[in-house]
Structure formats: C-alpha cells, structure tokens
C-alpha cells in the first residue's frame, strides 16, 4: 500500500421507526435529538446519520466496519449515543496511522425535516470526530421503506490520508 495517498470509504446505515418506543423516547439524528418525532429502534441510540459516517470512517482506513467494532454482540455498546460511536470510530482511525479530511454524511428520509437544523448537526458530528462534516437530506420521493415512512436511511463517505 502507498502511503500518503488518500482513501475514501463508504458507509451506509438504516433503522425502521420503533413501533413501541418507551415513553419519552426521543429521535436521535445527526448528533441530535429530535423532541415530538418518532424515535427509531436500534441497539444503540439507531443515529443513521452518526452510525454512517463512523462506518464510513473505518472503512477508508481499512479496519473493517461498524458491526465488527460496535456489533450488538458487544453490552457496552447498547444504548450508545452516535456521537460516542463515531468520536471512537475516529479515534480508532487516528490509531491505526490515518488523519481525518472530512466526511459527508446524506439522510434519507420523509422526517425529520433536516435543513433548518443542518448548521447544528454539522457542528455536532464533526465535534464528535474532531473533522468537517457535512450533512445533506433527501427523500425517495414516496419509494422504499424511507418513502413509505417506516424508517431513515444514511450513507456517507470519509476521505482519510495516512501519516
């Protein structure tokens, strides 16, 4: 492998809507919470946004993915905020010899409405992973399982250089 060079990985998340979610459950997206919006279910707090942009990450680096380092067979992990996942899915990064360049981070989806939030997401994530992010939103135009309503979708890609 030649150093130096750039590597780009990408990463892709999805979670159905919790269809019984506990009182006072909260949406988690993009680092975060969405009060009055249906929360979704997942091992850890299900943040597709968050959980993309970490596989992302890990991907380019080449040190496998967010199952293998964050899988639902690991306890410490449930129930975990998106923002510690991809803050140490950046630290492992860091660890395995690799700096940061960004990340870009896409939300599928009907809701939440991400666009009058987007500055604080952006701030939210690339604090957790200590490198810009970008956050942008679609929808699928009434396809998939995101167009139906019953869930949200992310991909991202990561642009990582080895030192």
Do not use: K
Request: aromatic share 4%; with cysteine; proline share 6%.
């Amino acid at each position: 492998m030649t150093t130096g060079l750039p590597r780009t990985g990408v990463g892709v998340d999805v979670h159905a809507y919790d269809p019984d979610p506990a009182p006072g459950a909260v949406l988690h997206l993009a680092g975060l919470a969405w009060p009055g919006e249906r929360p979704l279910a997942g091992h850890s707090d299900a943040d597709v946004a968050a959980h993309a942009a970490a596989d992302a990450l890990l991907s380019a680096a080449g040190i496998g993915d967010l199952g293998q380092h964050f899988g639902t067979a690991e306890p410490r992990w449930a129930g975990a905020a998106g923002v510690v996942l991809l803050g140490e899915a950046a630290r492992r990064v860091r660890e395995a010899g690799f700096e940061i360049g960004n990340v870009a981070v896409q939300v599928i989806g009907n809701r939440p409405r991400l666009g009058p939030r987007r500055a604080e997401a952006e701030a939210a994530l690339s604090g957790a992973c200590g490198a810009p992010v970008s956050v942008t939103a679609t929808t699928t135009d009434g396809l998939g399982l995101t167009g139906r309503g019953e869930g949200v979708a992310a991909i991202a890609t990561a642009l990582v250089v080895e030192r």
